[in-house]
C-alpha cells in the first residue's frame, strides 16, 4: 500500500521538488541517514554527506516534541529514488501539463534480493533534519506531529549534498540573549520570561547596581561599550537555574494551565538548591529583585571602582565576576535565609568584609576569562567568606 501525501510542485535553478505534509510516525518508517565517514578503515575512500549525530541534542529533541509548545515549522528535506515515486496530478485532468498540485505515492522498489531492491525503510534518504527525526522517536504514544517536507525525486549525490551544505553552512547562530528578549511575548509567564522581567527591572532601576549595564540584545548601545558589560542571556541564565532544574517543564505547565490543560503532578523543586523557587511560585518577581539588588549593592560597595568603573581588563562585572557572584549567592543565602525570606544587605555586607581579593587582582590575567577563572574566583570568594561548610552540604547546581 503506497504512502500518498498531496503536494505542490516548486521550480527553482537547481531543478524541480515537491512540498508536501507527511505524518512524524509515518516519515520515521521510511527514512535513513548516511554519516559522512571514511571506509575501509582508511582515507582513500569516504560516503555519505551527514554529520555525526549528537545523543544531546536528539534527547533534548525528544523532550521538546512532547511540550504543548512544540513545532518544527521549517521543512525535512528528503530525497528519493524516481522508482519508487509516482506522480498524479489533483483534479480532474489527470494529464494537465501545468499541474502544479499532484498526489505522490511512495512505494518500495523491486523484489528483496534483488540488488536494485529498495526496501520500505530506505525509500526517504534525510538530506536535513536528521535530529529533528531522531528526536521524534520520543514522540508519545497519543500525540500527533505532523511534519512538512520537502522531496527532491531522483537527486544526484552532488545535488544532495549542495542541498545540504547550502542549508547548513548560510545557518547563522541566534544569539541567545535576542532569544530570552522574546519570552516578552509568551502568554505564560515560565521561568525565563519571569527571570527576563526581573533582569529588566534591574537594568531599569535608577539607584539600582545593574543600572543600564546590561546588553540586553547581547550587543551594547553606540558608546556605551565600557557601561554595558553584560549580555542579557549571561545574566538570565543564573536566575532561571535558581529557579527549576527544568525550566521547559516549567513553561510548559504554565501553558497548558492557560488553556485549562490537565498538567502532569509536579514534585517540589528543594529550595535549598533552587533558592528563588518559592518566589516564582508565589509569582513574586519582587523578591527576586530585592533580594539581587541587595547582593549586587554590597558587591558594589565592596569593589566600587571595579564595579562602577568597570576599567579594561577588569572582570567583575563582566561574565566572569557576575558567574562567580551568582555561584557565591546560594550559599550566602543560605547561610541568612530560610525559605522565602528576602535576602538582606547587611548580611551581604558581613560576608564581602571577610573577603580579601582587592580590585587590583580582578583581572583577566589572574581570574581568567571563562569557566576556569569564573571557578577560581568562586572558591577563593567561598573560602574566604567562610560559607564553604554551607555549601559543601548542598547538592551541586552549576
Not at 545535488?159 to 505564560?188: G, H
Not at 539600582?208 to 538570565?236: C, E, F, Y
Request: proline share 6%; glycine share 6%.
Amino acid at each position: 500500500m503506497p504512502i500518498t501525501i498531496p503536494v505542490s510542485k516548486v521550480k527553482q535553478p537547481i531543478g524541480d521538488f515537491y512540498v508536501g505534509c507527511i505524518d512524524a510516525r509515518q516519515l520515521l518508517k521510511i527514512s535513513y541517514t548516511e554519516i559522512r565517514k571514511f571506509e575501509d578503515g582508511t582515507q582513500e575512500k569516504i560516503a555519505g554527506i551527514q554529520r555525526e549525530r549528537s545523543p544531546r541534542r536528539i534527547e533534548e529533541i525528544k523532550r521538546y516534541v512532547n511540550l504543548e509548545y512544540a513545532t518544527f515549522p521549517t521543512s525535512i528535506i528528503i530525497a528519493v529514488e524516481r522508482e519508487c515515486v509516482s506522480l498524479e496530478p489533483f483534479g480532474p485532468d489527470k494529464e494537465d501539463p501545468n499541474a502544479k498540485v499532484f498526489n505522490l505515492m511512495l512505494s518500495p522498489y523491486g523484489t528483496p534480493g534483488d540488488e536494485e531492491h529498495i526496501p520500505l525503510e530506505k525509500i526517504a534518504f534525510i538530506i536535513d533534519g536528521q535530529h529533528r527525526l531522531a528526536g521524534l522517536e520520543g514522540l508519545e504514544k497519543d500525540r500527533r506531529f505532523d511534519l512538512n517536507v520537502s522531496i527532491f525525486v531522483g537527486a544526484s549525490d552532488a545535488d544532495r549534498a549542495e542541498i545540504f551544505a547550502r542549508v547548513n553552512q548560510a545557518q547563522t547562530k541566534v544569539n541567545q540573549s535576542l532569544v530570552i528578549d522574546l519570552a516578552s511575548f509568551y502568554e505564560e509567564r515560565g521561568p525565563v520570561k519571569f527571570a527576563h522581567e526581573v533582569v529588566l527591572a534591574m537594568n531599569a532601576s535608577k539607584d539600582g547596581p545593574l543600572r543600564n549595564k546590561v546588553k540586553r540584545l547581547g550587543t551594547a548601545d553606540p558608546g556605551m561599550g565600557r557601561v554595558q558589560t553584560l549580555a542579557q542571556a549571561s545574566v538570565v541564565r543564573p536566575i532561571v537555574d535558581y529557579i527549576t532544574p527544568d525550566p521547559e517543564d516549567e513553561r510548559n505547565r504554565r501553558y497548558m494551565g492557560l488553556r485549562n490543560l490537565l498538567a502532569r503532578p509536579k514534585e517540589k523543586p528543594d529550595w535549598r538548591k533552587y533558592i528563588f523557587h518559592p518566589f516564582y511560585e508565589k509569582e513574586d518577581d519582587g523578591a527576586v529583585f530585592a533580594c539581587l539588588t541587595n547582593y549586587f549593592n554590597a558587591v558594589k560597595d565592596k569593589w566600587p571602582a571595579s564595579w562602577d568603573d568597570a576599567p579594561a581588563g577588569n572582570i567583575l562585572n563582566r561574565t566572569t565576576g557576575y558567574g562567580a557572584l551568582m555561584r557565591l549567592l546560594r550559599p550566602v543565602y543560605l547561610a541568612n535565609c530560610r525559605e522565602g525570606e528576602i535576602l538582606h544587605k547587611a548580611a551581604c555586607d558581613a560576608v564581602f568584609a571577610r573577603i580579601t581579593i582587592t580590585d587590583a587582582e580582578l583581572t583577566k590575567e589572574v581570574f581568567i576569562p571563562g569557566s576556569s577563572g569564573m571557578a577560581r574566583l568562586y572558591k577563593r570568594m567561598l573560602e574566604e567568606s567562610g560559607l564553604a561548610d554551607v555549601e559543601q552540604n548542598q547538592p551541586s547546581l552549576f
